[in-house]
């Protein structure tokens, strides 16, 4: 799969299906992003440092720890999303009934249209979109249908992650931002790194940024009736 061609940012729950950028998504037509990287550094002063060479000094020690926080702003408007369950009875969709249990045979009502793959397929509303999101951001990692623990921030890139020019004529090919290294355990600008090393990627699909959202706001104004304004944050995360 490549991206739709209009949107660049995708949030994932936890459901997604692995390598389609499409299923269990929300793409969001982003205006901004704004990637934030804090360094946590502690650091202090050495005493008497500065008797004899009249230079104090200061030492630091790098232990690797940051904050990695996201912030979209955009517009959310009307969307087809795309969802893929466990269960694609009829009776799950039936609404007459508290328990799919209950449900009739005589239960005639269509569910919403699947494709192929055997996965729904359904418009729905700017307002509802919104909705989605809130309610999604409301979620734990218990219920992986609301958990958003990815993001995907297409861009654009040359040189693949062994510093390899992805094509003779150097043109671009779509990947997540991500903050891996190009680069073997141990080489390249991996070298000194030999555990837990992330894979620098080579495809639109591969896997974006995982973490948590933040906070997600949204304004509904009648001056702009054709879509939704939204403000959301992402902090990077091993999510548990």
């Known amino acids: 799969m490549t991206t739709d061609g209009t949107h660049y940012v995708y949030l994932r729950l936890?459901?997604?299906?692995?390598?389609?950028?499409?299923?269990?998504?929300?793409?969001?037509?982003?205006?901004t992003v704004n990637i934030s990287t804090t360094?946590?550094?502690?650091?202090?002063?050495?005493?008497l440092s500065g008797m004899f060479s009249g230079e104090s000094r200061t030492v630091a020690l790098n232990l690797g720890m940051a904050q990695k926080n996201i912030n979209v702003t955009g517009q959310i408007t009307d969307q087809t999303i795309i969802r893929r369950f466990d269960e694609t009875d009829k009776k799950f969709f039936d609404a007459s009934v508290n328990d799919p249990?209950?449900?009739?045979?005589?239960?005639?009502?269509?569910?919403?249209?699947?494709?192929?793959?055997?996965?729904?397929v359904i418009n729905m509303t700017k307002e509802e979109i919104a909705?989605?999101?809130?309610?999604?951001?409301?979620?734990?990692?218990?219920?992986?249908?609301?958990?958003?623990?990815?993001?995907?921030?297409?861009?654009?890139?040359?040189?693949?992650?062994?510093?390899?020019?992805?094509?003779?004529?150097?043109?671009?090919t779509l990947i997540p931002f991500t903050y891996a290294a190009r680069g073997h355990n141990n080489t390249l600008d991996n070298a000194g790194a030999v555990v837990f090393v992330s894979d620098f990627p080579d495809s639109?699909?591969?896997?974006g940024l995982s973490g948590f959202v933040r906070s997600f706001s949204c304004?509904?104004?009648?001056?702009?009736?054709?879509?939704?304004?939204?403000?959301?944050?992402?902090?990077?995360?091993?999510?548990v």
């Open 14 to 31: 936890g459901s997604a299906k692995e390598d389609d950028i499409l299923v269990n998504t929300i793409a969001l037509k982003a205006e």
């Open 39 to 47: 360094k946590t550094v502690p650091s202090f002063n050495v005493p």
């Open 204 to 207: 639109t699909t591969a896997k």
């Open 131 to 172: 909705q989605l999101i809130h309610s999604n951001t409301d979620g734990t990692t218990f219920q992986e249908m609301q958990n958003m623990d990815e993001l995907i921030i297409l861009i654009d890139s040359k040189v693949n992650s062994r510093y390899q020019y992805r094509s003779a004529s150097q043109t671009t």
């Open 101 to 120: 249990d209950d449900s009739l045979s005589s239960f005639t009502m269509d569910r919403p249209a699947l494709n192929g793959d055997n996965e729904l």
């Open 219 to 239: 304004e509904f104004s009648g001056e702009a009736a054709g879509s939704i304004s939204f403000q959301l944050e992402f902090e990077i995360a091993t999510t």
